[in-house]
């Protein structure tokens, strides 16, 4: 089984890496690819975007960011949307 996940920021018009709409991520377990996107609720949720993006069906873009990237804007969604679990 790999640990890798890789982590997209969604960039919809208007925004940017550091400012997108939102965060997914693609994780891999011994039965394939599993796609999530974050929730205002703070969890991750199954999601189509990366395979919507990957095939050009959708209106924003993903881009690839890294893991620490990825905290750093696991944290500021935390502080926009409010605490979580």
Do not use: C, H, Q
Not at 9 to 31: E, H, L, Q
Not at 35 to 62: H, M, P, Q
């Amino acid at each position: 089984m790999s640990d890798e996940v890789k982590y997209y920021a969604i960039v919809s018009s208007g925004r940017t890496v550091k400012n997108p709409s939102g965060i997914a991520r693609r994780r891999f377990d011994a039965d394939g690819p599993i796609d999530e996107a974050l929730r205002r609720n703070l969890t991750w949720e199954r999601d189509s975007a990366i395979v919507e993006w990957e095939y050009g069906d959708v209106g924003a873009d993903l881009v690839e960011i890294s893991e620490t990237e990825a905290r750093e804007l696991i944290e500021r969604f935390r502080e926009r949307w409010g605490g979580g679990e």
